[in-house]
């Protein structure tokens, strides 16, 4: 490189910060350029990974290329793990607004209780016999804050009020019972 070629001043379509290396090229990609290279894997993501319907996952691609033309400048690490965690995000929030049951009960597929055979009921009636046994066994305190906390879907605060205890020792003896309640499912559900 020659003296004078070291001391001109930067092209106007390149970014002065990637010339002293103080950004990288990938950073500052146009966004065409970006959505060239990462649109087609993002879609397949979106696709195969969460299966998103083809026609909403290219709707999930643009969203995330808009947000991040929008935030350029937010991207800080590559530009492709930015866009893939992007696009995952996405799609859980797809199914998330759509609720899980488009995702279950599909008009197209069999129903619930074809698929369903008598087997894998009774083996469902036998798991809820067994942790009916091993709640049973389980001291009364305990047995009401799991059956609030889980069964009623009470919050933290409600089960400390029903307890007389604080939230803290709520959080507390939910553990030791959840401990208490595994060792003796285990112990029962033991084939000798």
């Known amino acids: 490189m020659t003296k004078q070629a070291a001391f001109e001043a930067p092209r106007s379509d390149r970014n002065p910060a990637i010339g002293m290396g103080l950004l990288p090229a990938s950073r500052t990609a146009a966004p065409d350029q970006a959505y060239l290279e990462h649109a087609m894997v993002m879609r397949r993501v979106a696709i195969r990974k969460f299966r998103v319907p083809p026609g909403d996952a290219?709707?999930?691609?643009?969203?995330?290329?808009?947000?991040?033309?929008?935030?350029?400048?937010?991207?800080?690490?590559?530009?492709?793990?930015?866009?893939?965690?992007?696009?995952?995000?996405?799609?859980?929030?797809?199914?998330?607004?759509?609720?899980?049951?488009?995702?279950?009960?599909?008009?197209e597929g069999p129903a619930v209780a074809e698929v369903l055979s008598d087997r894998d009921l009774f083996e469902g009636v036998?798991?809820?016999?067994?942790?009916?046994?091993?709640?049973?066994?389980?001291?009364?305190?305990c047995r009401e804050a799991l059956k609030r906390y889980y069964l009623d879907g009470d919050d933290t605060r409600s089960v400390a009020e029903a307890l007389a205890t604080s939230e803290g020792n709520v959080n507390y003896l939910m553990h030791v019972c959840r401990k208490k309640a595994r060792a003796i499912f285990e112990r029962i559900s033991r084939v000798p």
């Open 58 to 107: 290219e709707a999930l691609v643009h969203d995330v290329f808009i947000n991040y033309i929008a935030s350029t400048r937010s991207v800080r690490a590559d530009l492709r793990a930015y866009l893939i965690g992007a696009i995952c995000n996405a799609c859980r929030n797809y199914w998330r607004s759509r609720g899980s049951e488009e995702r279950v009960f599909d008009d």
């Open 126 to 141: 036998a798991r809820n016999l067994m942790v009916a046994s091993a709640l049973a066994r389980l001291n009364p305190r």
